[in-house]
């Protein structure tokens, strides 16, 4: 465990009090631990299966499955790469569904040449429209993987290998170590391979079941400080009842630097707009200049007011010039969500992260209409409204109580304005502070004043 002090610290004496001491030491061992939980999913993972199918002279054939077991957290383009260690001196000789990105160095075998002979292959998806003779099921997506919540058929990939120089029993067969996982970028820590029982499969018709003869899970985690040093959204809000639009906090993604870094932003209305952005690579972000720097901003607007209900329009706009967000999805915290009666132009299903207590959803678009958020341009937005029942036991527009405790997307913990800064009912000013008496006093000067008596 490491140890983190704060600069104020050097002033302390050199025997603190065993305490704070200790206080300190659990705080420090609390984050470390838990910077890949994440409170609305917390049992999300990623779990990659591998299953032996069959033994062979030399090693094992085995069918590797990744199940992305995340409620909202999915993997886009261009997908994922799987790597590790091998535990001896094994080879991969051919694969389906699949392929390594490097061969290496294959020169000690003649005549029949091993697909890959790395000590640490790295393994990628094959592209749609492979060849039937080179799929498998759930193979060929580009490395794309849904989230569960969103799409569950298409949250498995998977791909066959055959492995040689491995040994030919369960007992002569050891796992391989120092797994890793990018979707594509960083972000995943991976456990160590931990043999399970072996998987059961049912037959087309149900009515037989055979096993694997031997399988190992692996288990990755995300940590959003880990897959980047900044964040990737943020969140403005405005009200009908208040003219303030309360914007994205300043720097929130990070700051102008385009003096030190030329070409890190763009201005919108630039005449070397089209040049800069065809001429920057595709995989890197270019965002437009804006006081927050952030890829992606989601604005929560209080619309309008009825009787029995209120409604809500969300926008989802994407300033960044190299990048179409495929399969978005927006996850929201807010206490009324229990009665959320309709999402206009979302999908919508509540999480429900504290077992019983529902006050998170899951938004995304809808297919073929705006499920692709495109870059930022006139068509880069997507925008929905919902409509809320009130509940009269809880129901107020005081106090902030109307915006979202907290919003994610594409799994992103997006930074949220601070509360004081939140759009206020117009007579809360009279609740500053100021009482009856304060209010009579000030009256009676006015009287006073004006020589009515």
């Known amino acids: 465990m490491g140890f983190c002090f704060s600069p104020a610290s050097r002033s302390v004496s050199m025997f603190p009090n065993v305490s704070v001491l200790l206080v300190l030491l659990l705080s420090c061992s609390f984050f470390a631990s838990t910077e890949a939980y994440d409170a609305l999913d917390p049992n999300g993972n990623i779990t990659i299966k591998w299953d032996i199918m069959s ?32 535990a001896k001196k094994e080879v991969i000789w051919s694969m389906s569904g699949g392929q390594t990105i490097e061969q290496g160095d294959c020169s000690r075998y003649k005549g029949n040449i091993p697909h890959c002979c790395k000590r640490n292959p790295t ?25 569960w919540v969103q799409d569950p058929a298409n949250a498995v990939s998977a791909f066959q290998l055959s492995v040689g120089s491995a040994g030919t029993t369960n007992k002569t067969v050891r796992l391989p ?23 059961k499969f049912a037959t087309p018709d149900k009515r037989r079941v055979t096993q ?6 692996v288990t990755c985690t995300y940590s959003q400080f880990l897959a980047q040093k900044t964040p990737t959204c943020c969140v403005s809000l405005s009200s009908f009842y208040n003219d303030t639009v309360v914007s994205c906090p300043t720097c929130a993604c990070g700051c102008q630097n385009n003096a030190t870094m030329p070409g890190s932003c763009v201005e919108p209305n630039s ?7 065809s001429n920057a690579g595709r995989n890197n972000p270019l965002v437009r200049c804006t006081s927050h720097m952030c890829p992606i901003r989601v604005h929560w607007h209080i619309k309008l007011n009825y009787k029995e209900y209120w409604r809500v329009k969300v926008t989802i706009t994407n300033f960044n010039y190299n990048m ?10 807010h206490p009324n969500f ?6 206009f132009s979302f999908y919508h299903e509540p999480l429900m992260p504290y077992g019983t207590i529902n006050d998170t959803a899951m938004l995304w678009g809808i297919k073929f209409y705006n499920d692709l958020l495109m870059e930022a341009g006139p068509s880069g937005n997507v925008q929905s409204e919902l409509l809320f029942r009130k509940d009269a036991s809880t129901f107020t527009f005081e106090k902030g109580w109307a915006f979202p405790r907290r919003i994610y997307f594409n799994g992103d913990n997006c930074v949220m304005p601070p509360p004081d800064a939140y759009p206020w009912l117009p007579n809360a000013s009279i609740r500053w502070g100021v009482s009856r008496f304060s209010l009579g006093l000030i009256l009676l000067v006015l009287v006073l004043h004006s020589g009515l008596f």
């Not at 062979?56 to 799987?82: C, E, K, M």
């Not at 592209?127 to 799929?135: D, E, H, I, R, V």
């Open 324 to 333: 179409n967000y495929s399969q978005w999805n927006l996850v929201a915290q």
């Open 271 to 277: 005449p070397y707009l089209a040049s800069v952005v």
């Open 177 to 199: 170590k120092n797994f890793t996982l990018k979707a594509p970028g960083p972000g995943y820590t991976c456990g160590p391979a931990k043999i399970v029982k072996p998987t």
């Open 123 to 147: 393994v990628v998806d094959l592209l749609p429209g492979t060849p039937y003779n080179l799929q498998i099921a759930n193979c060929c997506k580009g490395g794309v993987i849904s989230s």
């Open 55 to 86: 033994w062979t002279p030399d090693g094992y054939v085995a069918v590797v499955t990744i199940f992305n077991f995340q409620q909202y957290r999915h993997i886009q383009a261009p997908g994922w790469s799987l790597g590790w260690t091998w």
């Open 338 to 343: 229990d009665n959320l009666t309709q999402s």
């Open 212 to 217: 694997a003869l031997m399988t190992w899970n």
